[in-house]
């Protein structure tokens, strides 16, 4: 804590002179058709404004001296204005904007993140944030193809509000982007906070926090019509906006619908099917309140991509294999499927007591279901073409060396027989219909893991201010969720049906009637397509959170305290009664209460009107997450043991550059993790079951440097410099606790080894050079970027005593076994262009964009040992570490997204 405490000292003095009150005044307009711009972001110094209706602004500052006005909207191009201000108010004049189509047109947020892939956590963001600061903006778009987390932090760590409600998922903590996917128009407007700086409309998180302004009012009032055609996730996009703006009548609207399909996408099997709407509605009721609805969905459709191993990569010479898919009646038919459709509701009243004082309320809600298929088998070979004892490098004796016949021979048939490198589906209906003739159920089928989600919000803030230095914010957010989690009969692949018993208990416990059932109150069910099977519980919570800040304001300071306090209630309620734990799976179970709160506090320090200095701490406490409350929540209601509330202890310092020909920021900070916990779920080839396997007790330690620069090297040319070198550890030795889904074993619990291990998931060292041409409304941007330090995902089983417990000491394959491992790093080339054309009313934007020029398809962009490991290959019980090589993903080679709108 003493770091923390360091950092308030400056706080205790307050008591210097106050200036008079200054303003910089000025207004905003668009470049290209001469518009009034509103809601554009206006900076100087450390302070902040948006720009009305009108495109003014009025910003005050305490001090006379040199100021850079920066002003940032997505879809323009960031504007640098100097402004001296001697006494009274300075006036910027008319600041005008150029329409950017380089990043606003990008398609990044929606084709990069859109998470093809269901083995890996998307944790990346898939937000791109549009700020003056150089840094966050590079990130956030650059570096985006690399899944590269700021700071390291998973994104349950970043709050997102969608007209002050908070939208993080109830039971992962992330925000779901694909649920406004495809509303990019209407999605336009927002406010972001940068780690844990302080703002209007939300305490903030650690990880920051943005905003989403829909309200039909604050729309660009157009009628637009774009165009996208590309060969990532999608390969066409249609969209159209239409906007009223606020009318004479005081009624504003806004309309935006899109459509995204593409029959493959980058990578083999993989489609994308989705629409989306938005409707919002606004009444300005008088001067001091307005009402405003707003609604919006976006309901998908997509074939999914899976990870492999580079034993597979390279005897097919596809770094981007798909095991997911094969051919069906000679067409490509993918095994996994997600769909989603989650609508959302809000109704927001906006009340303006005073010129000082404003209060924001929102009731809301949404409802919608997402699934994703999978194959099942009962009693039958795993149909997954990439299975390991599928692949020429299985050693059946091991140690003993692979036959090399056999070897060649699974080689050839991998590199020629499509029905062997992908799924056979063929196979799978025919051995159905051979179990059909003997009246048997289903040996393959199709399930569809299903959640449902409903969703209630309420939540009020005030933002008032305090006297000549301060402003105060806070609020209270409430809501309810419910998510009900369930298996259906998607498709019996020809099979005439199922039945809803536990395979891996029948196998172990053919005598024991009780265990083998999934729901003991109907038992030995037949499952038809459509029915619900396998496990079917909900899981709930109550959440409420207040919060307040203050800042205050002064000449050559500024500083801010706030603090939240929340609480938490959550419980499962099972729908059947599981064979595995007939007195702890059905109904409602105990409900469980947590309290947290956080504290934080920062401090500015103004050199002068362009350089400052600025300091933040803050200590965060947070219930876990609800998806890992529970062991095994499928099967039972029983608590993760071990599992209390994480304690987050975070500071950072950073020196500020701003003038109108370059700005640079310098970051250096530090976060620490207490009592983290993980859940993982995986098959155990030991003991022929699902393991559940928790980690708690985890500490780690997030620290680095992140540096961002940009100069204006000509009037039409800057140069952008951006490095983030970070070093994320496991700083002890956490606690591991299996537990076993078929119930062959009590629940065993042990130490794991992984003190100073790096945390995967994301690059620790990204940078990026490049080159920004701007003139005649022409943009050009060339971005050389470098990435390092990427860590494998590791399995908590190998750093075990039981892993190596048969091997005598310097044994050689301990290392192997423990040891983590690093992937290359390596290089991308980006390129876009953009041309803005005014003709008559009508306004054209083009844009161009290729990412990964140069075509680099050996780039690793993460990966994860799996969560297997295999003991009984020889009956030697000595760990094979061979048998399940790390699965990996690599970044998509080039790929191109071209982009033309109409605006009038």
């Known amino acids: 804590m003493k770091f923390f405490f360091t950092l308030l000292i400056p706080i205790v003095f307050l008591a210097l002179p106050a200036w008079s009150q200054l303003n910089i005044t000025g207004q905003v307009m668009d470049g290209l058709t001469g518009a009034a711009v509103a809601q554009a972001k206006v900076e100087a110094a450390s302070l902040q404004t948006t720009t009305g209706a009108d495109g003014r602004f009025v910003l005050p500052v305490n001090e006379p001296g040199d100021y850079t006005i920066i002003v940032t909207l997505d879809g ?142 604050k729309q660009r009032k157009q009628t637009k019509l774009s165009y996208a055609l590309s060969n990532r996730s999608y390969t066409n996009r249609l969209m159209l906006t239409y906007s009223t703006g606020l009318m004479d009548n005081n009624w504003a609207f806004t309309f935006s619908g899109s459509r995204r399909w593409g029959n493959e996408g980058y990578v083999d099997g993989t489609f994308y099917d989705g629409y989306a709407y938005f409707f919002g509605a606004e009444k300005k009721i008088n001067s001091r309140h307005s009402l405003a609805l707003t609604a919006y969905a976006s309901p998908t459709r997509r074939g999914m991509s899976s990870a492999s191993t580079q034993e597979v990569y390279d005897m097919l010479d596809n770094n981007y294999y798909n095991s997911s898919w094969g051919y069906q009646n000679g067409e490509k038919r993918n095994s996994k ?90 196979h799978l209906y025919q051995t159905n219909y051979l179990s059909n003739i003997e009246n048997k159920q289903a040996l393959y089928i199709l399930e569809n893991n299903m959640t449902a989600s409903q969703n209630w919000y309420l939540n009020s803030r005030l933002n008032k201010a305090t006297g000549e230095h301060g402003s105060f914010s806070g609020g209270i957010e409430l809501s309810h969720y419910k998510g009900s989690h369930y298996k259906l009969m998607d498709d019996l692949l020809g099979g005439q049906y199922w039945v809803d018993i536990d395979q891996y208990s029948q196998r172990d416990f053919k005598a024991d009637t009780v265990k083998l059932q999934n729901d003991l109150n109907n038992p030995n069910r037949v499952i038809k397509e459509g029915d619900r099977f396998g496990y079917d519980y909900d899981l709930l919570s109550n959440n409420l959170n207040l919060w307040a800040l203050e800042q205050f304001t002064y000449p050559k300071y500024d500083f801010y305290v706030g603090a939240s306090i929340s609480g938490n209630q959550y419980w499962r309620e099972g729908n059947m009664r599981n064979g595995r734990a007939p007195e702890n799976s059905y109904g409602k179970s105990e409900v469980n209460t947590n309290m947290n709160y956080s504290v934080k506090a920062g401090y500015t320090y103004k050199i002068s009107g362009r350089h400052y200095v600025t300091a933040h701490a803050a200590y965060i406490t947070r219930p876990p997450l609800l998806r890992d409350a529970y062991i095994s929540p499928r099967t039972t209601a029983k608590l993760t043991p071990g599992i209390s509330d994480l304690k987050i202890m975070s500071g950072d310092i950073s020196y500020v550059v701003r003038y109108p020909n370059f700005n640079a920021r310098v970051t250096a900070y530090q976060t620490m993790y207490d009592d983290y916990s993980e859940l993982l779920r995986f098959y155990d080839d030991d003991l022929k079951t699902f393991v559940n396997m928790s980690m708690t007790n985890e500490s780690r330690t997030h620290q680095g440097i992140e540096i961002g620069a940009e100069a204006k090297v000509l009037p039409i040319l800057s140069v952008v410099a951006v490095v983030s070198y970070g070093n994320y550890r496991y700083t002890n030795r956490p606690t591991g606790t299996r537990n076993y889904d078929n119930g062959s074993l009590p629940d065993t619990t042990e130490t794991i080894y992984v003190k100073n291990f790096y945390v995967g998931g994301s690059p620790q060292l990204a940078s990026s050079v490049g080159l920004r041409f701007n003139k005649n409304y022409w943009f050009i941007d060339l971005n050389g970027n470098y990435y390092d330090k990427i860590w494998l995902d590791f399995n908590p089983q190998r750093r075990t005593p039981k892993a190596i417990q048969n091997l005598g000491p310097g044994d050689p394959l301990i290392n192997t076994l423990t040891e983590q491992q690093q992937l290359d790093g390596g290089f991308t080339l980006d390129l876009s262009i953009g041309k803005s054309i005014r003709v008559k009313s009508y306004f054209v934007n083009i844009n161009f964009s290729v990412s990964n020029l140069l075509d680099n398809q050996k780039l690793t962009s993460g990966g994860y040992e799996q969560n297997r490991i295999d003991f009984n290959t020889a009956g030697n019980m000595v760990a094979n570490p061979n048998a399940f090589p790390p699965k990996l993903y690599y970044a998509y080679g080039r790929t191109y997204f071209f982009n033309v709108g109409f605006r009038f």
């Open 76 to 217: 323009y191009e960031k504007t640098s204005v100097a402004v001296k201000v001697a006494k009274g108010s300075a006036d910027a004049g008319k600041i005008m904007l150029s329409p950017s189509m380089v990043q606003a047109e990008s398609g990044m947020a929606e084709i990069t993140l859109s998470g093809e892939s269901d083995d890996k956590d998307q944790a990346v963001s898939g937000l791109l944030h549009s700020s003056g600061d150089v840094f966050s903006n590079t990130a956030s778009y650059t570096f985006s193809s690399m899944f590269f987390r700021m700071r390291g932090y998973d994104s349950e760590y970043e709050n997102i509000y969608i007209e002050g409600v908070p939208v993080n998922d109830g039971e992962s903590g992330r925000a779901v982007y694909g649920e406004w996917g495809g509303l990019n128009d209407a999605f336009r407007n927002k406010e972001y906070l940068n780690g844990i700086e302080p703002g209007k409309f939300s305490i903030g998180s650690l990880g920051g926090a943005t905003n989403f302004t829909t309200r039909a009012s």
């Open 337 to 426: 499927v997600r769909t989603s459709n989650e609508p959302m509701f809000i109704l927001s009243h906006y009340w303006t007591i005073d010129e000082k004082t404003s209060v924001t309320s929102s009731a809301a809600f949404s409802s919608g279901k997402t699934g994703t298929t999978g194959l099942n088998w009962f009693n039958a070979r795993d149909p997954r073409p990439d299975y390991y004892r599928n692949l020429p490098n299985y050693q059946p004796d091991y140690p003993l060396p692979v036959n090399p016949f056999t070897q060649a021979a699974t080689i050839s048939a991998w590199q020629n027989d499509v029905n062997h490198s992908q799924i056979d589906w063929d």
